[in-house]
């Protein structure tokens, strides 16, 4: 009886857990069955919302395509549809080449030569410039905003009067085709030039080996990326080689050169880019070791003097849109009582008067602050601001 009790405890057991099994079972394949529907209503409306963002995606490019059209599209002006686009600059240099007066025809022919460029924080944040400190070199896009003949870029082409060819100086005056030259008179006047990456602190980009002008516009910068940049085999024309022309024999200091250097670093190195009178000298005489003159100015000195009503006399080339690679006329000069000219660099807001031998001997005399360069109250980089990183 005993035994009989056990087995129908037992398969009562047996019974009930069966049960609670099947319960269990009804009520997990009742929950996957609603989890299942969930899924798959989710997925449903996760394709809806995917296709809806593809289509208002394809909507959003046509309608950019259609604004860009229409904010390029000019009307048509005598059969000639002209067209622009919205760029503006996104920097200014602050340049120790305080003219266009003795700024170097190509980079990195001055080493010593230092610009800052202060970035506009409304356009780019100093987060774009992260990364690029890495790199040694950088090239940069900008306006060639100083050119006398830019009113020519408002005027139809058939009135404009551009000019097809420039003056080369190594050709000694001849003309080439103003795409085979660097000339900044051309029909877009847009500029490209490499620097040296000094250093990047906040919105400013210190640079060296620039030959750039103070307050350049520029449009953007690229680094520079030597395997596909530099070109092995790259073929140049003959007359692109002939420098002898452009350099001079010696560069050498008057012996009042210093104290009058002395005296104007006083009151100009919260301007300077450079940390000492001694380091300025070397960026003279590093721009000055190339002949700085207008093509005029070597060929035919004296005839480009004249009188003008105070009595002091300048340099008058008319021709200025001639010449290449950003040299201009109206490069300073005078007749001294001795008969000798005597030329003028301004840089980094001082005035050097320097003369130049038939032999190509420069001499330079003296230097005073340049009073056709106010700084005023303009907020300036300088040398204090980069002492750490140029160390």
């Given at each position: 009886m005993a035994s009989s009790g056990c087995s129908i405890l037992t398969l009562a057991l047996a019974a009930v857990f069966s049960a609670s099994s099947a319960i269990s079972f009804f009520i997990y394949r009742k929950k996957w069955v609603e989890s299942d529907s969930k899924v798959k209503e989710l997925q449903k409306s996760l394709n809806s919302a995917l296709e809806k963002c593809a289509a208002e995606r394809q909507g959003r490019i046509r309608a950019q395509q259609a604004l860009r059209k229409a904010v390029v599209a000019q009307p048509k002006c005598e059969n000639s549809e002209m067209t622009s686009y919205p760029m503006a600059p996104i920097g200014?240099?602050?340049?120790?080449?305080?003219?266009?007066?003795?700024?170097?025809?190509?980079?990195?022919?001055?080493?010593?030569?230092?610009?800052?460029?202060?970035?506009?924080?409304?356009?780019?944040?100093?987060?774009?410039?992260?990364?690029?400190?890495?790199?040694?070199?950088?090239w940069i896009i900008y306006v060639f905003h100083l050119n006398?003949?830019?009113?020519?870029?408002?005027?139809?082409?058939?009135?404009?009067?551009?000019?097809?060819?420039?003056?080369?100086?190594?050709?000694?005056?001849?003309?080439?085709?103003?795409?085979?030259?660097?000339?900044?008179?051309r029909p877009c006047p847009i500029g490209l030039?490499?620097?040296?990456?000094?250093?990047?602190?906040?919105?400013?980009?210190?640079?060296?080996?620039?030959?750039?002008?103070?307050?350049?516009?520029?449009?953007?910068?690229?680094?520079?990326?030597?395997?596909?940049?530099?070109?092995?085999?790259?073929?140049?024309?003959?007359?692109?080689m002939v420098d002898s022309m452009l350099s001079v024999a010696s560069v050498s200091f008057s012996d009042d050169f210093p104290s009058s250097l002395l005296d104007c670093w006083k009151a100009a190195a919260k301007n300077s880019l450079y940390s000492s009178p001694d380091e300025l000298k070397s960026l003279v005489k590093q721009v000055l070791s190339w002949d700085i003159r207008s093509l005029s100015q070597r060929t035919r000195p004296h005839d480009t003097l004249i009188k003008i009503g105070n009595g002091d006399t300048s340099d008058n080339t008319s021709d200025m849109n001639d010449f290449e690679d950003g040299e201009a006329s109206g490069h300073g000069s005078e007749l001294a009582p001795s008969g000798e000219i005597i030329y003028h660099l301004i840089l980094d807001g001082m005035d050097f008067s320097y003369k130049i031998d038939c032999n190509g001997n420069v001499i330079v005399e003296k230097v005073?602050?340049?009073?056709?360069i106010p700084f005023g109250n303009q907020k300036r980089c300088n040398y204090l601001m980069w002492k750490d990183k140029l160390m």
């Open positions: 200014i240099i602050q340049s120790c080449f305080s003219t266009r007066n003795g700024t170097p025809r190509q980079p990195l022919l001055v080493p010593l030569a230092r610009a800052c460029l202060v970035f506009d924080s409304a356009r780019v944040p100093p987060a774009s410039l992260e990364g690029l400190e890495e790199y040694s070199h950088c006398t003949d830019l009113e020519k870029l408002w005027k139809h082409p058939s009135k404009s009067k551009f000019k097809a060819k420039v003056r080369v100086p190594r050709l000694k005056g001849g003309r080439m085709g103003v795409f085979a030259t660097r000339s900044p008179h030039t490499v620097a040296k990456v000094e250093a990047v602190q906040g919105n400013m980009l210190l640079l060296s080996g620039v030959d750039l002008v103070d307050g350049t516009p520029v449009l953007d910068i690229k680094p520079y990326v030597p395997y596909c940049d530099s070109i092995e085999g790259a073929v140049i024309p003959n007359w692109v005073d602050l340049s009073s056709r």
